[in-house]
T-cell receptor, first 113, second 117 residues
């Protein structure tokens, strides 16, 4: 079945550091890939997405590229801020369903000033 | 804030009791989804409901779990005779009409954390 494996946390960085959170997946067909973020005290919200190989999703300075050859969708940001502290979830939606998402365990990021 | 509202945020139950979790979708959304996050695992799909209809309950445990989304009021996830293994975070999400699904975006609540003693 479908699965998502993402980098174990927690991750602690200083402000302006470079961020990478690794995400790899297993799925049938050609899934759509997502990063969701949960800020403290809030629900999960979509951060970015990519629907086909080599697509790059980007939002709020974050980027992720859909790599079919390595089945990966790593999240990156060049310079993190304290306000980026949150839990990040990698997820996929396979072609067999248009509403079921498969999530990774989540990675807690803490950015210190 | 017109986001997805879940309550209670935290619920403690003893083994054998019942747990009821409520979810009010975003304004204008008629589709509700429940996901569960067990400790050390990712969120997993449980059930998809529209008003007065269960569309897909393939992720629901076969016993003790039920869900409804009545014509009026919030969606309810009900767990009867809870056991320790039910301890988890239960997330509700909503979406507008199916044609919006191309975005793949679900709007989630903060989650309800159930602890079974």
């Amino acid at each position: 079945g479908d699965s998502v494996t993402q980098m174990e946390g927690p991750v602690t960085l200083s402000e302006e550091a470079f961020l990478t959170i690794n995400c790899t997946y297993t799925a049938t067909g050609y899934p759509s890939l997502f990063w969701y973020v949960q800020y403290p005290g809030e629900g999960l919200q979509l951060l970015l997405k990519a629907t086909k190989a080599d697509d790059k999703g980007s939002n709020k300075g974050f980027e992720a590229t859909y790599r079919k050859e390595t089945t990966s969708f790593h999240l990156e940001k060049g310079s993190v801020q304290v306000s980026d502290s949150a839990v990040y979830f990698c997820a996929l939606r396979s072609g067999g369903s248009n509403y079921k998402l498969t999530f990774g365990k989540g990675t807690l990021l803490t950015v210190n000033p | 804030n017109a986001g997805v509202m879940q309550n209670p945020r935290h619920l403690v139950r003893r083994r054998g009791q019942e747990a009821r979790l409520r979810c009010s979708p975003m304004k204008g959304h008629s589709h509700v989804y429940w996901y569960r996050q067990l400790p050390e695992e990712g969120l997993k799909f449980m059930v998809y409901l529209q008003k007065e209809n269960i569309i897909d309950e393939s992720g629901m445990p076969k016993e003790r779990f039920s869900a409804e989304f009545p014509k009026e009021g919030p969606s309810i996830l009900r767990i009867q005779q809870v056991v320790r293994g039910d301890s988890a975070a239960y997330f509700c999400a909503s979406s507008p009409l199916p044609r919006e699904w191309d975005t793949g975006e679900l709007f989630f609540g903060e989650g309800s954390r159930l602890t079974v003693l």
